[in-house]
């Protein structure tokens, strides 16, 4: 302590911090919508908050917009409530330099010559079998290693030049974004990480020993839950065949030897949350306990808040689409979404439409199809002539169906209209939080990674049924239109629309997750500070 009684700066807390009176943080993240769009919504969050902290967004290019329409919905939002003694700074945007992790994984893939068909391999979306399983396992590493060595020292050099020019009390990462991580972890700044993910994706490390080799099936496995008792042996085989991957991948391989040689710096992934991690690092979860697997154990550095969905930062759906609006009140509605990066070949999104004509012809009332479809390949959808015409035509020209490439609302302004009797999604956390958070049934088609396991907790938790169990991660038909009949109209129908309102009455009653995890992250801010004093 100073004479004149200021606290002498620290290395953990600059003079510069000291003497500021609003929190600062700095959030990390990539680009991809279903982790972004997290740290969206907590940015928004923590604007509504007096006095709101100052917040800065790095990202690479192409978020800008995102962030900039975030903070002035934020700002227009909260305006009306605030003195002009406490006037909410926009957020400041940082880029971070170097390609994008998506395209350092598309770079990966054409460099080892790996079938793609879009933006996965096609491993992804192959019929599972053995080898299938074990390609696809090989196909995700990329995931933890996005760039490959000299890449990553240019983005993890450019994160260390943002995070010293920011100087936050709190830095919050994307939990799979190594370079941000390794970062952090280099520098030895307060962090922590924010996720849309499941708490068992946090903590499967953390379960009663042999949980995780016998409870929980691995990633493209396929298995349901809990695995069956003549599949565990093929399931901890998957397991050590992910390890062995892991370890002899040859991009992290060259990483670890590129950056110790040329930055000094040690590799951290996102494997290393689980097994060697900071003491105080929070990984806050956008899940509850409610909403996973039962029993499944929740370490003290697991923090679950609830669903973060981002809210649209435009107008009402009465307004941003009044036609939309008014269409979708016609008669109960079957959404189909299967997200961004699902993009369908025509035959994929032909069996498609022939289980929704299934289910037009056999259900016992009337209802209509929104069908988002992200095409792969040129192909028709609604013209007299084309194949999906040739399949849903009546129902196209009666305006029962209608197959569009974009929407202006965000799919959540769509599902708390109320008229949507059925989400039929491909299974990503957000498209899965959604539904839940609306108490709408679902119906998931499982594509990759980790929607085989929220299609399970679909249906084992009984809001909805896996549309396409036997043939997964493809479609049949007739395996589809059964599953979605099953929840409208089957006899489990009743009790799947009360499951799912009552997990939406759950999530209520927690509260808004983005505005659980903005308090929890200032929190954070307030542990830092005084671990600096």
């Known amino acids: 302590m100073e004479e004149n009684g200021t606290p002498t700066p620290t290395p953990a807390q600059p003079a510069a911090q000291q003497r500021r009176s609003k929190k600062r943080i700095l959030f990390i993240t990539n680009i991809e919508r279903g982790q972004a769009n997290v740290f969206l919504a907590t940015s928004h969050a923590l604007l ?14 192409g978020l800008e917009a995102e962030v900039s329409s975030t903070s002035q919905h934020a700002i227009l939002t909260a305006s009306p409530h605030l003195s002009p003694a406490e006037p909410i700074q926009p957020i400041t945007f940082h880029t971070i330099r170097g390609p994008s992790g998506i395209d350092g994984m598309q770079q990966y893939y054409a460099s080892r010559k790996t079938p793609k068909r879009s933006f996965v391999p096609d491993s992804f979306v192959s019929p599972l079998n053995f080898f299938t399983t074990l390609r696809a396992i090989h196909d995700t590493m990329p995931i933890f290693f996005t760039h490959d060595g000299p890449q990553t020292a240019e983005v993890v050099a450019s994160i260390i030049e943002i995070i010293k020019q920011v100087d936050a009390d709190l830095v919050v990462v994307d939990c799979v974004m190594t370079a941000a991580l390794t970062a952090c972890q280099h520098l030895g700044v307060k962090f922590a990480c924010l996720s849309p993910n499941s708490i068992l994706d946090m903590a499967r490390s953390a379960q009663p020993y042999g949980a995780s080799f016998l409870r929980f099936p691995v990633m493209f496995s396929g298995f349901s839950y809990p695995v069956p008792w003549y599949l565990k042996p093929l399931n901890i085989l998957y397991i050590l065949y992910v390890v062995s991957a892991y370890l002899r991948f040859d991009r992290r391989r060259e990483t670890v030897k590129y950056l110790a040689q040329h930055m000094g710096a040690k590799l ?28 499944i154990h929740i370490p003290a550095h697991v923090v679950p808040c609830g669903p973060i969905i981002r809210d649209s930062s435009g107008p009402p759906i009465s307004e941003a689409d009044s036609e939309l609006c008014a269409w ?9 979404n299967l997200g961004t990066l699902c993009q369908l070949d025509e035959d994929r999104a032909v069996e498609l439409a022939r289980a929704l004509r299934l289910v037009l012809v056999q259900a016992p009332q009337d209802f209509q199809v929104l069908w988002k479809l992200k095409k792969f390949g040129e192909y028709g959808t ?23 490439g974009w929407l202006v609302p965000e799919p959540i302004s769509i599902l708390w ?55 997964k991660p493809l479609w049949t038909a007739e395996e589809l239109a059964t599953a979605i009949l099953d929840v409208l109209f089957g006899k489990d129908s009743e009790a799947i629309r009360q499951k799912a309102r009552e997990l939406a009455e759950i999530c209520k009653r927690n509260g808004n997750g983005a505005e659980n995890a903005a308090r929890i992250l200032l929190a954070e801010c307030d542990v830092s500070n005084k671990k600096g004093q």
Not at 270 to 284: A, E, F, H
Not at 388 to 400: E, N, P, S, Y
Request: aromatic content about 8%; charged content about 20%.
């Open 328 to 336: 979708l009140a016609k008669r109960p509605t079957l959404y189909v």
């Open 417 to 471: 209209t109320g008229h949507v009797a059925c989400s039929v999604h491909q299974g990503g956390a957000n498209s899965y939080y959604e539904a839940i958070i609306a108490g709408v049934p679902q119906v998931v088609l499982p594509q990759w990674i980790d929607c085989y396991l929220y299609a399970e907790r679909v249906e084992y938790l009984g809001m909805g049924r896996v549309g396409n169990r036997k043939a």
């Open 268 to 295: 951290r992934t996102p494997i290393d949350l689980s097994r060697d991690r900071p003491v105080d690092l929070k990984l806050v979860v956008g899940c509850l306990a409610e909403l996973d697997f039962p029993g």
């Open 382 to 404: 609604v013209n007299a002539g084309c194949r999906i015409h040739d399949v849903l035509g009546k129902f196209i020209d009666a305006d029962l169906v209608r197959i569009v």
């Open 48 to 61: 509504q908050i007096k006095p709101a902290p100052e917040l800065h967004f790095a990202t690479f290019t």
